[in-house]
């Protein structure tokens, strides 16, 4: 999809380099299984299938888990308004415009292709932010649109999804299934350690690849984002305004939503939380200001 959101070539070498690593580790993962379990086969064309599932219904998945719904220009005038001029901007087509009924501040994007991307905020973004800060909020979801942010991190997702199959299908088989011969239990009980230990490593690989492809794509929309619109200090006063009302939201309250985190634009996490960088969605507030404000002076603005 040709956009006016400039290529980014770093990301792309990032994207690469992380596909290339994921697909080798998938690689030893299954000719360890071949050997050690002859119906991997059967079970990765199971998970396969439903991934694939998952990915095409990727946008009903995401609207119906965060009781958001998809809202006409005449719902609501001034989003769709500013998504409208965004996309003029960017030349793109515009996505679907949801809005989810959630005091916490946030915004996501999904969909299995730019035809199919739904943009959705939630009320309490719309209530806290001014035009100029939802202008750089909406920005960055549109650049994970135009990137494709969304095919590319299920498509990572993959092989840990199937690892984390394979180690509780053999846990549960180990637990249920003392009907077995034990002429050869011991040899069973060697190679059902032997698959779930390749398993978790596997998971674990693979799990640190996407965090850290994840944290590259939220600093590559930041930046994208803020060039589209040319005032990376409205994207920088809308992060800080947001991370800072989350923080003051009581952790319990976050809880059901911090299994989307890979997909907000700010992570829901409590003002105690402190997660290490290797294991983090996003990259730090920190982190992102400062790319902002190196942006800032690069156009020549005071931010």
Known sequence: MRTRFRPDHQLTARMALTMFLLGLVYVIFIAALVVLLKSVFAIVAIVGALLFAQFWFSDRIALY???????????????????????????????????????????????RSPGRAVLAVTTGLLRRLDTEELDGVLSHELSHIAHRDVVVMTTASFLGVLAGLIARFTLYST???????????????????????????????????????????????????????GRPSELASALTKISGDIARIPSRDLRAEQPFNAFFFAPAFGAGASLSTLLSTHPSLEQRLDQLAELATELGQQS
Do not use: W
Not at 93 to 103: C, M, Q
Not at 183 to 199: E, H, K, T
């Open 65 to 111: 888990a965060m009781r958001a719904r998809i809202v006409t220009p005449e719902e609501a005038p001034q989003l769709h308004g500013i998504v409208d001029r965004l996309c003029a901007a960017a030349d793109m087509p515009k996505p679907r415009v949801a809005i989810a009924d959630l005091d916490m501040p946030n915004a996501f994007a999904t969909g």
């Open 175 to 229: 637990m249920f299934g003392g009907g077995r011969d034990r002429r050869n239990g011991d040899q069973l009980f060697l190679i059902v350690l032997a698959v779930m230990a390749v398993s978790a490593v596997v998971y674990a690989v693979s799990f640190l690849l996407i965090r850290a492809l994840s944290r590259y794509r939220e600093l590559a929309a930041d930046r994208a984002g803020a060039i589209l619109t």
